[in-house]
Every structure is written in structure tokens, then in C-alpha cells.
T-cell receptor, first 115, second 108 residues
Framework: GAVVSQHPSRVICKSGTSVKIECRSL??????MFWYRQFPKKSLMLMAT?????????EQGVEKDKFLINHASLTLSTLTVTSAHPEDSSFYIC???????????FGSGTRLTVV | EDQVTQSPEALRLQEGESSSLNCSYT??????LFWYRQDPGKGPEFLFT???AGEEKEKERLKATLTKKESFLHITAPKPEDSATYLC?????????FGKGTTLSVSS
């Protein structure tokens, strides 16, 4: 139980275009989801907390207009990277609280490359 | 400020050579300390949650312990398949704050 599905696993886009990443909770309802960013050989950095039916809460230094988060249902949160640039290339990972013994479950991640 | 520091950054072991990974933390009111395993290009995979000092949990060759200031992940008789990055995180508010991880390489 408590599976989080993230799609796509890899995406390459041209500079200036937008990319949407989906995060779904498959067998539970997630009122809160989290989006992280991970640079090579670095830790996961929390970008924002996504709450179903309300605006996301962004961490300091994260551009709200560049990283649009929508959490329209109890099983789906999306992250849209708008007007992507090469410096946005990174590994993006979503997570959801399960309320079970293991607390937080993570998606498999999305490798974004902007060329 | 909530902070998690892991050491060492990298660890190389021979198969069967036991060792420990350290995670020291500063957090205002610990609500949970988490250990995850991450393979290259994958999301973190849950290992353990510890909530109070003195708590211990085991799973196969791994054992996690917790004190008021740090946690240890003990690896007994590791195998090559244990090679991965091990991440420690603390719950701060509703989200997790991660350390930089320890990359473990086990050679046969």
C-alpha cells in the first residue's frame, strides 16, 4: 500500500517551454503533498508544500511564478515548470504523507533536462 | 533553524565488514526521524521511522537507533546489494528536512 506514482520519469524540453510533472497517490488520499528538487550528489531540497484545494506554500527562494503547483484533487498534484531554462534542469521528486507507519512515501522522480 | 548533518559523505566497505552511519540533528521538537535508501535515478525508499530517544528498529542487516542529538544506522555484514545512498531526515512542521546523505559502496 501507499504508492506514489510520478510521471514522466524523464523529460527533455527546449528552453522557454513549459513542462508539467504529475504526482498521484494510487491507493490512498493525500491532502498534503510535497515537491523536492535534488541536484547531483546533493540532498533533497523542499520546494513547496501542496495542499488539496488551496494554494501551495513555497519555501524561501523558490519562484512561485516559475514553479506552478496545483493540487486539485485528493490524489493528484502537479508541478509545472514554466519558461524552463537550462538552470532548471534537475531531479524533481514528489512525496505524500500517508498517515501510516512509514509516514511519507516518495515518487520515483522526474529527471528534467532543458536544452 | 532545523538542521540535519550526515557523516561520512561516502563509505566503502568490503562485503561482510560492518559499520555505522551517523545522522546528527537540531530540531525544535522532534516529531520523527526518518531513514531512507536512495538508488541512483530513483526516489527515496522508506526504511525506518524513530520517534523517541532510546528507540531502535531493525530490518534485515540494518538497525537504526536514536538519541536526543543523533541517530545511527548500523549495517551488519553488508552485501553488494546494500550499495546506495542512505538519507536521514527529520520532520519539521509537516515536511521532511533531509541531510546530504551517505553514499555506501560495498564490494565483494
Amino acid at each position: 500500500g501507499a504508492v506514489v506514482s510520478q510521471h514522466p520519469s524523464r523529460v527533455i524540453c527546449k528552453s522557454g517551454t513549459s513542462v508539467k510533472i504529475e504526482c498521484r497517490s494510487l491507493d490512498f488520499q493525500a491532502t498534503t503533498m510535497f515537491w523536492y528538487r535534488q541536484f547531483p550528489k546533493k540532498s533533497l531540497m523542499l520546494m513547496a508544500t501542496s495542499n488539496e484545494g488551496s494554494k501551495a506554500t513555497y519555501e524561501q527562494g523558490v519562484e512561485k511564478d516559475k514553479f506552478l503547483i496545483n493540487h486539485a484533487s485528493l490524489t493528484l498534484s502537479t508541478l509545472t515548470v514554466t519558461s524552463a531554462h537550462p538552470e532548471d534542469s534537475s531531479f524533481y521528486i514528489c512525496s505524500a504523507r500517508t498517515g501510516m507507519a512509514y509516514g511519507y512515501t516518495f515518487g520515483s522522480g522526474t529527471r528534467l533536462t532543458v536544452v | 533553524e532545523d538542521q540535519v548533518t550526515q557523516s561520512p559523505e561516502a563509505l566503502r566497505l568490503q562485503e561482510g565488514e560492518s559499520s555505522s552511519l551517523n545522522c546528527s540533528y537540531t530540531v525544535s521538537g522532534l516529531r520523527g526521524l526518518f531513514w531512507y535508501r536512495q538508488d541512483p535515478g530513483k526516489g527515496p525508499e522508506f526504511l525506518f521511522t524513530l520517534y523517541s530517544a532510546g528507540e531502535e528498529k531493525e530490518k534485515e542487516r540494518l538497525k537504526a537507533t536514536l538519541t536526543k542529538k543523533e541517530s545511527f544506522l548500523h549495517i551488519t555484514a553488508p552485501k553488494p546489494e546494500d550499495s546506495a545512498t542512505y538519507l536521514c531526515a527529520v520532520q519539521a512542521g509537516t515536511a521532511l528536512i533531509f541531510g546530504k546523505g551517505t553514499t555506501l559502496s560495498v564490494s565483494s
